[in-house]
């Protein structure tokens, strides 16, 4: 038996373990057979995720946690050699030899997903996005033990450049409105 997908046939055979295997067949051998059947595939429809984020809002917060530390609009208090020692939720966050200096080691760390974020180092895409969700936990990690100063500032800048452009533009036609107004000449 032929099967047709798309325009390529393949044809139903057996292999030594009998299990059932489809080979490409050749357009001269698929033009002998007559017994074509079309087949058309369907994909399953993806159902909506119960996250409460998705992997691009994930990736964009991410992004603007960067941005916003490369800038220099936040800074982040690291933990300490001392801080590490002690049996905390950072401790265990980023487990370390004693031997080696921990607080440097957290930072070098820090750098190395950015880097693999960035695309500096070159990585597989499955190791950027482990970049990227690890990032994104020490983003939160950082935050719920207040150790971000400062804002993390959006990227979307245009859009809201545009949305005080049009601020303005509206208080100014009410300014004209309200000056028309007050300063009508009298019949």
């Known amino acids: 038996m032929i099967v047709k997908i798309g325009e390529r046939r393949w044809i139903k055979a057996r292999s030594a373990d009998l299990e059932?295997?489809?080979?490409?067949?050749?357009?001269k051998a698929a033009a002998e057979d007559q017994k074509i059947i079309k087949v058309k595939v369907?994909?399953?429809k993806q159902e909506p995720s119960a996250a409460l984020f998705s992997q691009k809002d994930i990736r964009r917060f991410v992004t603007e946690f960067v941005a916003s530390w490369i800038r220099g609009d936040i800074t982040i208090r690291f933990p300490t050699a001392a801080e590490l020692a002690?049996?905390?939720p950072l401790?265990?966050?980023?487990?370390?030899?004693?031997s080696v200096n921990a607080e440097l080691k957290i930072k070098e760390h820090y750098v190395d997903l950015l880097s693999i974020c960035a695309g500096i180092k070159p990585v597989t895409p499955e190791e950027q996005e482990k970049?990227?969700?690890?990032?994104?936990?020490m983003l939160l990690m950082f935050r719920s033990a207040n150790r971000i100063e400062g804002k993390i500032i959006s990227n979307d800048l245009e859009k809201r450049v545009e949305e005080l452009e049009k601020t303005v533009k509206t208080q100014s036609t009410l300014v004209e409105q309200i000056t028309g107004f007050l300063f009508k000449e009298k019949k």
């Open 20 to 27: 059932e295997d489809y080979v490409e067949k050749g357009a």
């Open 42 to 44: 369907h994909r399953k």
């Open 86 to 88: 002690k049996k905390t």
């Open 91 to 98: 401790a265990i966050a980023f487990p370390t030899d004693p």
């Open 131 to 137: 970049a990227v969700a690890e990032t994104f936990k």
